[in-house]
């Protein structure tokens, strides 16, 4: 494996409360990612990062930000959690120098907002 | 944005036919990717395409990228039970070039 670690890898949470998920990578690569995974959706990019403070906005960023503070970590936060939040979330990391290459995937987040 | 769209949804095979799952776009494509995600489990790597017309295979998978490179396809040869899982394309697109995935076929095979 990629050595890519997702944490928690299980949180049950209400509506409303913070939540933070956190990916950590042994892999020293540049480019990192967070999709969430819906029934009927497949995999959808909610934000990425290029390198440390570097990050910017997929196809579903609404109600998350992301911080990247250490090559390594790559925080995805929900402010505020709504049931529509409640997801599989996987981190990503890119093998290659740039964001076309293939993608080493967390063993995933699952979050589920009562 | 640019959008992959993956048929069949759903697939169900008996133990020793073949499967195929088709991949499409509207525009054409730099390179395509292949995931595959076991039940309960994560994507996972198992090629890319970059030529025109390409083939590659895998032991009893066959990878094809379309002569317009505007389609691509995976196709099992005599399915085992451990093929089973969800089958992704990937390519990239949009204006960030990041990874957009088709929503994947699920395969499910009858022993």
């Given at each position: 494996d990629a050595g890519i670690t997702q944490s928690p890898r299980h949180k049950v949470t209400e509506t409303g409360t913070p939540v933070t998920l956190r990916c950590h990578q042994t892999?020293?690569?540049?480019y990192m990612y967070w999709y969430r995974q819906d029934p009927g959706h497949g995999l959808r990019l909610i934000h990425y990062s290029y390198g440390v403070k570097d990050t910017d906005k997929g196809e579903?960023?609404?109600g998350y930000s992301v911080s990247r503070s250490k090559t390594e970590d790559f925080l995805l936060t929900l402010e505020s959690a709504t049931s529509s939040q409640t997801s599989v979330y996987f981190c990503a990391i890119s093998a290659?120098?740039?964001?076309?290459g293939e993608l080493f995937f967390g063993e995933g987040s699952r979050l589920t907002v009562l | 944005g640019q959008q992959v769209m993956q048929i069949p949804q759903y697939q169900h095979v008996q133990e020793g036919e073949d499967f195929t799952t088709y991949c499409n776009s509207s525009t054409t494509l730099s390179n395509i990717q292949w995931y595959k995600q076991r039940p309960g489990g994560h994507p996972v790597f198992l090629i890319q395409l970059v030529k025109s017309g390409e083939v590659k295979k895998q032991k009893r998978l066959t990878f094809q990228f379309g002569e317009a490179k505007k389609n691509s396809s995976l196709h099992i040869t005599a399915?085992?039970?451990?093929?089973v899982g969800t089958y992704f394309c990937a390519a990239n697109g949009g204006s960030q070039g990041n990874l957009i995935f088709g929503k994947g076929t699920k395969l499910s095979v009858k022993p």
């Open positions: 892999e020293n690569h540049r579903v960023s609404d290659s120098s740039g964001r076309a | 399915t085992q039970t451990t093929d």
